[in-house]
């Protein structure tokens, strides 16, 4: 066992452990915490798949912005002091369904994985991606990047407007 | 054996499942959204799983920054949508908040 | 200056009022008081234009008969309509008599209109008038004329009914219009009988093809009733008999406004009218036009005698006058006629005026004593003004004089131009014509004789109540138009000569023009002459020839020379005797007044009912119009409403029949069709929680069939 497998197997086991107990959980905060642990292993991962660029991306955007975001969400619409903060339960009859759904789909998603025979190129190993990454988002998929910030800008705007109260 | 694609495919489907279970089986919105930001970390270790094993090189890094752009917008939005719910109904309980359907 | 700079001038003379009207009846409240400032500044801006028009016209361009010009209105295929304006000596003339009379109304309305709710409104009507009767005077073509005759119409329904709260005020004003309205139809129908005929609604074009010889539907006759329908339009404007009913009534207009329409513009323009065509009237229209003149004036005049309203003297005074003028045309004096046009449009503007500032003054009065109920407007009320109105009495004495005849005045130049020439036209025609200039000498006499029964009952003696002797004198923007106008009304001003004017620059510039009438149709003296040269050797052997060898034009105006120290003498004679009897009987009281009404009571209540004409029309013409009236209300309301109802019950019942059609068997088929949409609906909808969750699950579980689908 080399380092990269046992590293490989401590963020995986990070992401999936902290991914349960974040939809396990009675208790939001403890669901919005674990969940910084789950993108944190996420990053991980993708440290370990040469994607360097993004795994500090996924640290600043998700752990920085996103994961503030759920906080003060759950902070805003959750009584804290009070016993609200529990996150109510589904009758059971939804609650079979969704199980019964996510095993049928997590079954059905491991089936085609494993039994698939990907296409394996010879990887090339690649060194610091942040260059090629900003070149390529710059000329190749320009216009897709000036639709993103048209995207950001609205969606800043529009929820400036409707987290405005109303008169 | 060699840590490989099929690994962090394996990892990436777990993730989705649990994703999906938590959009489905909570009430809380704030947890539905929780959900719905694992599901969108699957997918993106599957890009960059692709990116580096499949051949997609670059391409599939570019696309998991897309991801991540609509990932924060969406986020900003729902939760924008989110206060205004809770304004209006003090809680947010998705399987309570059904005016739209008459 | 040269033709074009004139024909600018006059267009730039006729819009300058409607600047005023279209200030004052926009801007009119912001201005207040103003608005009159406003007008006065923009007519003595007129005034001023017009002057250098007539300037220029009569002295650079006095030998042209006419600066014109014309161009095209529209056209309808090959049916071009064209109109044009153009100043000719009488026009020039009038430009002036028009602009200045209705800049010192304008002036004298600042004081006697101050205090009225709607003073702005009033400038504005008297901006409109005035631009109206302006487009009277430059129009050279019937189609323009009558547009501005309308507009004349119109505007002067505005003024006399301006004080509409007062019922008899807008009845007035009805009468006014209604009245000119039947003169215009004849009007209308004599203009459409010469388009018809010379296919332009210019005059030279239309005097050019009667020249021509060339009769409306080849009947002489026709060019008569052409010209008598023109001349409808004059009587109606004129207030000739019998269309004359509606000028009295008119004085129920504020003061300013009877100085200007019964002096100087409105009813000045059928005279102008009559000028203007002059040439196209055959012998028949003529003897027509000079008997309803003759007519006019002598009915008027007697009438004039017994009424008390101070306004109601002046009023059928005018009328009176307005018959002489219209007698003196037909009789073929066209110089007298238009001459005294102008003549008494100084001295009746200026009696009017005076009239305006006694009623004003005994306002003043009334008011100041608290008294709301006596008429200002009796001349039984008043008495004694000579000594409170010092100004208004030396002015109005004069212009009396004016009015009555009285040699080193205007009038008595143009009257005694009239009176000449009626001796001379009946001397020339002879037999019952006649009685034209007996009637004319003895409506002179007549007017002598209440006009200074007016001055003295008004003006002499001792106050006959104690408002005349509350009354003052008023301000300076009343007196200056009276001043102004009395001064106009000098002899000097027109000839040198104080007993004839056929040697003065009036005569000069409005010369007798040729008729274009052929002369099988036309009075023989009117003719010229001999031919040209001839002319001033015919007029050799006449006892004296005009100074400068100016000839006679035809035999009418050598005849009326001969007539003219007979009518001068005739005149006075009657005036003064006139006078004497006004004095006799009002001043000093040899004759008692009474006792003679008593005498006379039958013609007395005659003349002071204005011979019933009201009460005569009010029961044929008003009764007969009210029974065609009502028999048409009866005809429309059963036979053309029963028509309109039965179609309407046709189209009901077939709207019903159509109506179960469409309830039973479309509505049906669309119920059904709604029905089955409606139940599938119900069922469908029992699919939509409205939860979220359970729609990801559907759309999840439904991903997954599909794929164990495929894949299986």
């Keep these: 066992m080399d380092l990269i497998t046992i590293a490989f197997y401590f963020f995986a086991a990070l992401t999936l452990g902290f991914g349960a107990v974040v939809v396990l959980s009675k208790n939001i905060m403890h669901a919005a915490f674990s969940l910084l642990f789950t993108f944190f292993g996420v990053a991980g991962l993708y440290v370990l798949l040469h994607a360097d660029f993004l795994a500090i991306t996924q640290i600043m955007i998700y752990i920085g912005g996103i994961l503030v975001l759920i906080i003060f969400g759950v902070m805003l619409t959750t009584r804290i002091t009070g016993v609200d903060v529990k996150s109510g339960k589904v009758g059971i009859f939804q609650l079979t369904g969704a199980i019964v759904l996510t095993l049928s789909i997590a079954l059905l998603l491991l089936f085609v994985y494993t039994n698939t025979h990907w296409y394996q190129p010879e990887s090339i190993p690649m060194e610091s991606t942040a260059e090629l990454i900003g070149t390529t988002l710059l000329t190749r998929y320009l216009l897709a990047f000036e639709a993103a910030s048209i995207l950001l800008l609205v969606a800043i705007v529009g929820a400036a407007f409707i987290a405005r109260k109303k008169h | 054996m060699e840590i490989g694609l099929t690994h962090y495919l394996i990892v990436s489907a777990i993730l989705f499942a649990l994703g999906l279970y938590g959009i489905v089986s909570r009430k809380h919105a704030v947890m539905v959204l929780m959900g719905l930001e694992l599901i969108l970390n699957a997918a993106n270790i599957n890009f960059i799983a692709f990116a580096r094993y499949g051949g997609m090189n670059i ?31 003090k809680h947010v309980n998705v399987d309570e908040v059904k005016e739209m359907k008459e | 200056m040269t033709q074009e700079v004139i024909l600018f001038l006059s267009i730039t003379v006729l819009l300058v ?195 021509s010889g060339q009769m409306p539907f080849n009947n002489p006759t026709m060019l008569t009733l052409a010209g008598i329908g023109i001349f409808m339009g004059a009587m109606g404007k004129s207030a000739q008999f019998p269309l004359h009913v509606w000028l009295p009534d ?297 100074a400068g060898g100016h000839g006679y034009l035809n035999k009418l105006q050598e005849e009326s020379h001969h007539f003219h120290y007979i009518a001068m003498a005739l005149s006075l004679l009657i005036a003064g005797s006139g006078i004497l009897l006004a004095f006799l009987i009002y001043q000093y009281k040899y004759i008692s007044a009474d006792k003679l009404e008593a005498r006379f009571k039958g013609l007395h209540t005659f003349s002071l009912n204005k011979w019933y004409f009201d009460e005569l029309y009010n029961s044929t013409v008003i009764a007969f119009m009210m029974l065609v009236s009502k028999s048409l209300a009866w005809f429309d309301g059963t036979v053309v409403d029963g028509i309109v109802n039965l179609s309407a019950q046709v189209t009901r019942f077939a709207g019903y029949i159509t109506g179960i059609f469409d309830n039973v068997v479309i509505d049906g088929f669309v119920n059904l069709v709604a029905r089955v949409t409606e139940y599938s609906g119900g069922q469908l909808r029992k699919l939509q929680t409205g939860n979220i969750q359970s729609y990801i699950v559907f759309v999840l579980a439904g991903i997954l069939l599909l794929l164990f689908f495929f894949i299986l």
């Design chain 3, 250 to 546: 008119a004085m129920e207009g504020p003061t300013p406004v009877s100085a200007l329409i019964h002096a100087a513009t409105m009813v000045a323009a059928g005279v102008y009218l009559v000028a203007k065509v002059f040439v196209m009237f055959t012998a028949d229209a003529l003897s027509f036009i000079a008997i309803i003149g003759t007519l006019t004036a002598f009915i008027s005049a007697t009438i004039a005698i017994t009424q008390v309203d101070f306004k109601k003297v002046l009023a059928y005074s005018t009328v009176s006058q307005l018959g002489f003028m219209i007698m003196s045309l037909g009789t073929g004096g066209y110089t007298n006629g238009f001459f005294h046009l102008v003549t008494h449009a100084w001295f009746k503007a200026a009696l009017f005026l005076a009239a305006g500032s006694v009623i004003h003054a005994m306002h003043h009065a009334m008011h100041h004593m608290h008294d709301h109920h006596s008429d200002p407007q009796d001349i039984n009320n008043m008495g004694g003004l000579r000594k409170t109105m010092p100004w208004t009495y030396r002015t109005f004495l004069f212009v009396t004089l004016a009015l009555a005849g009285i040699p080193f005045t205007s009038g008595f130049l143009s009257k005694d131009g009239i009176l000449a020439g009626t001796l001379a036209w009946a001397n020339l025609t002879g037999g019952w014509h006649w009685i034209v200039p007996v009637m004319a000498f003895s409506a002179a006499g007549m007017t002598a004789f209440y006009m200074f029964r007016l001055t003295i009952v008004a003006f002499h003696g001792e106050p006959k109540t104690e408002i005349a002797r509350h009354t003052h004198e008023n301000k300076l923007p009343i007196v200056i138009p009276l001043v102004v106008l009395s001064i106009l009304s000098i002899w000097f001003f027109y000839a040198p000569n104080p007993i004839d004017a056929t040697g003065g620059w009036f005569h000069k510039m409005v010369v007798q023009p040729q008729s274009a009438v052929p002369a099988a149709y036309q009075w023989d003296f009117l003719l010229p002459e001999n031919g040209g040269h001839d002319v001033i050797q015919a007029a050799g052997h006449g006892e004296t020839a005009q």
């Design chain 2, 59 to 89: 391409d599939g890094q570019i696309a998991a920054i897309f991801v991540i752009i609509l990932a924060a917008a969406e986020a900003a939005v729902a939760l924008a949508i989110l206060l205004n719910i809770y304004q209006h109904f």
């Design chain 3, 17 to 211: 009022p409607i600047l005023s009207f279209l200030i004052n009846i926009f801007f009119g409240d912001r201005l207040g008081k103003l608005s009159g400032v406003v007008g006065t500044s923009i007519l003595a801006f007129d005034f001023l234009i017009a002057a250098t028009i007539a300037f220029n016209k009569l002295v650079t361009y006095a030998d042209l008969h006419i600066i014109q010009t014309k161009f095209e209105w529209f056209s309808l295929g090959s049916f071009k309509v064209i109109v044009g304006y153009g100043i000719d000596n009488i026009a020039a003339i009038m430009l002036l008599v028009v602009t200045l009379i209705s800049f010192l109304v304008h002036l004298f309305s600042t004081i006697y209109m101050d205090g009225d709710r709607r003073f702005p409104k009033f400038y504005a009507y008297l901006g409109l008038f005035t631009f109206s009767m302006l487009g009277i005077v430059i129009a050279n073509n019937f189609l323009m004329m009558y547009v501005f005759w309308e507009l004349v119409g119109i505007s002067s329904y505005l003024l006399i009914g301006f004080w509409y709260e007062k019922n008899s005020a807008s009845n007035a004003g009805k009468k006014a219009f209604i009245t000119n309205r039947i003169g215009d139809l004849g009007f209308f129908i004599g203009i459409m009988i010469l388009f018809m005929t010379y296919g332009s609604f210019m005059f030279e074009d239309v005097f050019a093809g009667i020249a």
